[in-house]
T-cell receptor, first 113, second 110 residues
Framework: NAGVTQTPKFQVLKTGQSMTLQCAQDMNHNSMYWYRQDPGMGLRLIYYSASEGTTDKGEVPNGYNVSRLNKREFSLRLESAAPSQTSVYFC????????????FGDGTRLSIL | GQQVMQIPQYQHVQEGEDFTTYCNSSTTLSNIQWYKQRPGGHPVFLIQLVKSGEVKKQKRLTFQFGEAKKNSSLHITATQTTDVGTYFCAGLRGNEKLTFGTGTRLTIIP
């Protein structure tokens, strides 16, 4: 899935540790998104960035921070990981308006003990 | 806030049987998108519906958008093992962010 690359693919953390999930795209799209996916709850938006230099909160932003480093990269940071943040995290991109489809990365599977 | 509910949560069908998943919104939508996620994979865009009462087909898949633009359905005719996965609808109200449904996980009994 060369369009959207997420690193790492898997990670295990201890409660209280911090880490940054990385997302990079080569599709030259303006909008980037971070979702979390939990069983039975679908995809929930954490943060999004409509364009370089802007970020906005989604449905479940608490406990997370983001950085839109440039047009290609959008990172998600957990400052003090909690077991409730165990999830699969997906980065997605779209050309601009949410009226068009989103293209997802392969995801990061994060476990917090 | 906007809610998008999907039913059923799980569906097990014999190979060759039909399958339908339904998506319902608490508010009128400007458009609705459908995604498929294979086990262990990431969501992949299937289609977008915009017009009231719109029906679109992709081979064995038929997508409908309700007249009131508050509900949608995905119907698969004669399921195959390649149809296994979770199907998500995602609704958009105005220019707000997409809200994903909870998904329907389809398993096929060979």
């Amino acid at each position: 899935n060369a369009g959207v690359t997420q690193t790492p693919k898997f990670q295990v953390l201890k409660t209280g540790q911090s880490m940054t999930l990385q997302c990079a795209q080569d599709m030259n799209h303006n909008s980037m998104y971070w979702y979390r996916q939990d069983p039975g709850m679908g995809l929930r938006l954490i943060y999004y960035s409509a364009s370089e230099g802007t970020t906005d909160k989604g449905e479940v932003p608490n406990g997370y921070n983001v950085s839109r480093l440039n047009k290609r990269e959008f990172s998600l940071r957990l400052e003090s990981a909690a077991p409730s943040q165990t999830s699969v995290y997906f980065c997605a991109v779209s050309p601009g308006s949410p009226r068009v489809s989103q293209h997802f990365g392969d995801g990061t599977r994060l476990s917090i003990l | 806030g906007q809610q998008v509910m999907q039913i059923p949560q799980y569906q097990h069908v014999q190979e060759g049987e039909d399958f339908t998943t339904y998506c319902n919104s608490s508010t009128t939508l400007s458009n609705i998108q459908w995604y498929k996620q294979r086990p262990g994979g990431h969501p992949v865009f299937l289609i977008q519906l915009v017009k009231s009462g719109e029906v679109k087909k992709q081979k064995r898949l038929t997508f409908q958008f309700g007249e009131a633009k508050k509900n949608s359905s995905l119907h698969i005719t004669a399921t195959q093992t390649t149809d296994v996965g979770t199907y998500f609808c995602a609704g958009l109200r105005g220019n707000e962010k997409l809200t994903f449904g909870t998904g329907t996980r389809l398993t096929i009994i060979p």
